[in-house]
């Protein structure tokens, strides 16, 4: 029974060996430089180099930016996503309209970034040079990201019990009213899932950015990750890996953010 048990754990055992190399042991390496006065000179320092990072304009600024494209984009494409999945469930589309809606996911970045520059800069402006070059970011995250999220949502809408929704159609209940109160709730754990798949493509945008605007963009689109990117250009390890463990940080509060939220509305559910 014991050997029966340990199987599983032969089986993932490789990409678990990889994982540790690739991924954990880095991480945990990197506060050695996170704390040191330079990569190239290993004198403690302490947290001196957290405190100058905070205190950092370009941090700052990069870090407000995510935190803007962040919530704008997160809940436009939550609603956006959930809209269009039960648009087509309620419609029974045809599978070429689902799989249109996913293509974009399967775009490369270069292709993307091609498209998105003829589109921001037809007139006078260049959407991404002006003030309002955020907007040309989250629709490039909607574009790339919905696909995705409304498959998940139409999988979670596939798999409602219809008894509970014909229940409340006997007890008088609208078309609103069934939303509220029956599919939403139920398709609350889907929302939690799309929201953390959400919080990991938001930084995939990065890529695109790059290929747009470089690694000194207009300073309204300016992103952690073109922060991290130039310190590692410029070999500044300690700022970089410093910034790293900040912006870890950062991602764990929002998924615990997430996670509790999701918790709390399940037990509300339960509850009633």
């Known amino acids: 029974m014991k050997i029966k048990n340990f199987k599983g754990y032969f089986f993932i055992m490789p990409s678990l060996i990889g994982f540790s190399m690739l991924y954990v042991i880095p991480f945990l390496l990197g506060l050695r430089y996170s704390v040191s006065r330079s990569g190239f000179d290993d004198t403690f320092v302490g947290f001196t180099n957290y405190r100058n990072i905070i205190n950092s304009l370009s941090f700052r600024l990069a870090l407000k930016n995510n935190l803007i494209f962040l919530f704008a984009g997160l809940t436009i494409i939550i609603v956006l996503s959930f809209v269009l999945a039960l648009i087509i469930h309620e419609i029974n589309a045809p599978k070429i309209l689902k799989l249109c809606i996913v293509l974009p996911i399967a775009i490369p970045s270069a292709t993307v970034a091609g498209y998105f520059r003829e589109v921001f800069a037809t007139g006078a402006n260049n959407l991404m040079d002006s003030e309002f070059a955020m907007i040309g970011v989250i629709l490039i995250f909607l574009w790339r990201s919905t696909g995705y999220n409304l498959i998940i ?101 929002i998924a615990l953010m997430f996670y509790y939220m999701d918790r709390r509305y399940i037990k509300k559910i339960g509850e009633n």
């Open 153 to 253: 949502y139409l999988a979670a809408l596939s798999q409602l019990d219809k008894s509970v929704i014909e229940a409340s159609e006997i007890d008088g209940a609208n078309y609103l009213e069934k939303l509220r109160h029956v599919i939403i709730p139920l398709v609350t754990p889907a929302t939690f899932f799309v929201s953390i798949i959400s919080i990991i493509n938001s930084f995939k945008i990065y890529k695109d950015l790059y290929i747009l605007q470089g690694n000194y963009p207009n300073p309204k689109i300016y992103m952690l990750q073109h922060y991290m990117n130039n310190k590692f250009r410029d070999l500044e390890y300690e700022k970089l890996t410093s910034a790293a463990y900040l912006f870890a940080i950062f991602i764990f509060i």
